[in-house]
């Protein structure tokens, strides 16, 4: 940069001077490997190796001493123009950590509250791992350690930033972010009483008006406030909050997150997909790229569970490519509910692709914890493809203790996924296996009031108390959860479940008060397995009463089936259609009268067909 450069000679004393433009030109006139980096002709950088070479000597030639001036005043210039990063690395490279840890005291504040939160975590990342401290710096890495999810650095640091702050007024600001800190663990730990309260003294203490500070308050107030069981009080305060915001985006963005948030919890999903939407459209409108990526991971998440997947494919592409800038956890969770969506409407090469993802994107992030997660995304998909050894053998892998922060909104909830295993399993120490987890899960799910996740829990009580004989609980689970679903729109727990719940649906299809959805959700069944309608399952079971004798195109289909194969597989190697192979296990089905296809290979291989 010419400017840059005009800089840099202004410290040499030297009569003969030339400018920062006049010297660019000769470099370029010379041919000395300058590379331009954008069209308009303002910066350049040598080859790498030139460059190399070319700083060697210019260390020789000046000394240690003028080089460090040199780079103080590049430090300075790139600081002026707004790009901290580079400012911050030509500062480190003078051994200067004083004048280091001054740059991001001077920036941090404005940077988070531009919500570029990543921008300041690359920023520590950058400083040696020396003791400091400096309270900015501890703080800038507080936020980064939250924003990552990585609650076992965060607390460590907790710790320390008190023993560097005083009673000063100077201070008072930072005893605020580290109430507000400790509001916002007291939050995911699920004791949202002491974290409301850790969030009132934070209050007392950081500057008003609207800024991320303030807006995080308030967000966390109304989600603990749900979990306390007050929703009705959580929405009208964050109503209140957003209809008197002004004009700062990102404390708007997060009241907006706080409806959806607390709408969210209490099941009220098509209220979430619209909050999502509004926070979308602001957060593009605004141009702020963090809060756009949380937006599309809200989205996601509420039409996961509505098993509504218009746009979809915008959303899943924006989740992929917003990853590295997202709460790990939520970019994580995000990541797998389009793995199994992608899954759910049979597109398993792009579930694939999706999986593929998760795991680069688990390695990539260096914390064994997210491995849990792919494991049991691993399991929950190789469940939909009627592996049900390989989902078994990972799910024996799954340990996970119940919490709330383990619980939240996600989507993909290990746990569950073990129990959901364990119940399509189908033997009796796995059923009672399943059984103690769901009641652990329960038990927290009520205590957190989190109707969110009680619809996924009761549709796997139905069936499993169906696999037990318990005709009486099984039907009182599948009331409570089809009453919850139909007043909140909740579908893809009972879509997931397939064949193993649309037998017990379909009783309840006379009932005037479920109607409606039960007919959606077994439609959507039907669909997705390509079940026949009933006339012609009528006709199908009048032709089969008198024969039930398999077909040798049946006999070849539940033999591929028993291998392990998906129907696309068993497609490619029958040359038939995905529809016809459904249709062949249907008709499997109903001769054998049997309800799935697990239950379909164990009849197999009680008359030895699979020999």
């Known amino acids: 940069n010419s400017e840059l450069v005009d800089v840099e000679i202004a410290l040499d004393k030297e009569e003969n001077k030339i400018d920062g433009a006049y010297f660019i030109q000769w470099l370029i006139q010379s041919n000395l ?21 070319l700083f060697s000597l210019f260390k020789d030639k000046f000394g240690p001493e003028k080089v460090n001036a040199f780079q103080e005043a590049a430090s300075e210039w790139f600081e002026n123009k707004g790009f901290i990063e580079e400012s911050l690395e030509y500062m480190l490279a003078t051994q200067n950590t004083t004048e280091a840890f001054a740059i991001i005291e001077r920036h941090r504040l404005d940077f988070l509250n531009k919500d570029l939160w990543y921008v300041v975590a690359n920023w520590v990342a950058k400083l040696p791992p020396e003791n400091n401290t400096d309270p900015d710096v501890i703080l800038a890495k507080i936020w980064a350690a939250y924003e990552n999810f990585q609650i076992d650095q965060l607390l460590p640091l907790l710790e320390k930033l008190p023993t560097v702050l005083n009673d000063s007024k100077k201070h008072q600001a930072y005893w605020g972010e580290w109430h507000l800190m400790h509001g916002l663990l007291g939050f995911w730990s699920g004791n949202a009483s002491d974290g409301i309260q850790q ?17 995080m308050l308030i967000l966390h107030h109304g989600m603990g406030t749900t979990i306390n069981g007050e929703f009705d009080l959580a929405s009208k305060e964050l109503t209140a909050h957003l209809q008197k915001s002004t004009s700062d985006p990102v404390y708007i963005g997060r009241l907006i997150a706080g409806l959806f948030y607390t709408n969210q919890f209490d099941g009220n999903i098509k209220t979430s997909i619209q909050r999502a939407q509004e926070l979308k459209e602001l957060a593009s409108s605004k141009k702020i790229i963090y809060t756009e990526a949380m937006a599309v991971c809200m989205e996601i998440t509420a039409r996961f569970c509505a098993y509504n997947f218009d746009q979809s494919k915008d959303l899943f592409d924006n989740a992929i490519k917003y990853r590295y800038i997202l709460h790990t956890r939520t970019a994580l969770d995000a990541m797998a509910a389009i793995v ?38 691993s399991g929950r998909l190789a469940l939909l493809r009627n592996n049900i050894s390989s989902a078994l053998a990972l799910a024996e892998t799954i340990e996970e203790e119940v919490s709330f922060a383990n619980l939240f909104c996600w989507v993909e909830i290990p746990l569950i996924t073990k129990a959901r295993i364990f119940i399509a399993e189908g033997s009796t120490d796995n059923l009672h296996r399943a059984r103690a987890i769901l009641d652990d899960v329960k038990q927290a799910q009520a205590f957190y009031l989190l109707n969110n996740q009680l619809i996924e829990i009761l549709v796997l009580e139905c069936i499993l108390y169906k696999k037990q004989e318990l005709e009486v609980e099984s039907e009182a689970s599948l009331m409570e959860a089809i009453a919850l679903a139909s007043a909140k729109q909740w579908l893809r727990p009972f879509v997931e479940a397939g064949e193993e719940i649309l037998p017990l649906l379909k009783k309840l299809e006379s009932n005037p008060s479920y109607k409606s959805l039960v007919e959606n959700v077994v439609s959507k069944i039907s669909l997705k397995h390509h079940f026949p309608p009933e006339s012609e399952k009528i006709q199908s079971k009048e032709d089969t009463s008198a024969n039930s004798d398999l077909s040798a195109r049946e006999l070849e289909v539940i033999q591929l089936l028993a291998q392990g194969l998906r129907y696309k597989e068993i497609s490619a190697e029958l040359f038939i259609s995905e529809g016809t192979i459904k249709r062949h296990v249907y008709n499997i089905s109903q ?11 164990d009849k197999a291989k009680e008359l030895n067909l699979l020999n």
């Open 33 to 53: 490997f300058i590379i331009p980096l954008d069209r308009s002709g303002t910066w350049y950088r040598f080859h790498h190796l030139i460059q190399e070479f």
């Open 199 to 215: 969030l009132k003294k934070a209050k007392e203490l950081l500057p008003g008006g609207e800024n991320l500070f303030n807006g």
């Open 591 to 601: 001769k054998w009268e049997v309800q799935n296809r697990f239950t379909l290979i």
């Open 340 to 377: 199994i969506a992608n899954e759910l409407q049979d597109k398993s090469d792009e579930a694939n692709n999706a999986l593929q993802s998760l795991e680069n994107f688990t390695k990539e992030s260096g914390n064994p914890a997210y491995n849990m997660l792919f494991i049991s995304v």
